[in-house]
């Protein structure tokens, strides 16, 4: 079965750290990974994807992720955390299932920023 | 555009009523998908469409109907409402599956 995990369902950073929450995936296709954030009360928001065209990718508010296929990893940083930053960050992944294509989320990681 | 509209925002239901969630998007994408998220459990997809006249179950279909007559509109329908289906319902659409999902606000929804 086609699965997500997120180590971690809380983490707590100072504002100015490091930011990292791990993501660990399986997948029997090539995979397309997924990180969405969800600020209070809101739907969900794309911050980056992986496709395969690049092992280190990019996102939205300084936020990026490398895909290591070696470790099944798709790990999400960022070097200096706002406050801005306090919300759920949910890492995905496509799969096929019953014939179609579709994505499974992981459980998510609730950011905390401290002052 | 306006991008994945939701209705109505909040909802309060007595066990055994029923209501419709509405969903809407300007979009013409394909793909549309209902999610149930509760905490701690991330999201769970309840049911999927992948174009107009086609849909499929999820991972937690129970107690849930949908239709989806035209490519803009995927309803979900709760028939009996349970206390356990007190939860926040996402609607998103895609283009393609591999490409990104837009969320709809939410349909905060409590069966008391």
């Known amino acids: 079965a086609q699965s997500v995990t997120q180590l971690g369902s809380h983490v707590s950073v100072s504002e100015g750290a490091l930011v990292l929450l791990r993501c660990n995936y399986s997948s029997s296709v090539p995979p397309y990974l997924f990180w969405y954030v969800q600020y209070p009360n809101q739907g969900l928001q794309l911050l980056l994807k992986y496709t395969s065209a690049a092992t280190l990718v990019k996102g939205i508010n300084g936020f990026e992720a490398e895909f290591k296929k070696s470790e099944t990893s798709f790990h999400l940083t960022k070097p200096s955390a706002h406050m801005s930053d306090a919300a759920e960050y949910f890492c995905a992944v496509r799969h096929n299932s019953g014939g179609y294509q579709k994505v499974t989320f992981g459980i998510g990681t609730k950011l905390q920023v401290i002052p | 555009n306006a991008g994945v509209t939701q209705t109505p925002k909040f909802r309060i239901l007595k066990i055994g009523q029923s209501m419709t969630l509405q969903c809407t998007q300007d979009m013409n994408h394909n793909y549309m998908y209902w999610y149930r998220q509760d905490p701690g459990m991330g999201l769970k997809l309840i049911y999927y469409?992948?174009?107009?006249?086609?849909?499929d179950k999820g991972e937690v279909p129970n107690g849930y109907n949908v239709s989806r007559s035209t490519t803009e509109d995927f309803p979900l329908r709760l028939e009996l409402a349970a206390p356990s289906q007190t939860s926040v319902y996402f609607c998103?659409?895609?283009?393609?599956?591999?490409?990104?999902?837009?969320f709809g606000p939410g349909t905060r929804l409590t069966v008391l």
């Open positions: 469409s992948v174009g107009a006249g086609i849909t």
């Open positions: 998103a659409s895609t283009p393609a599956v591999t490409d990104t999902q837009y």
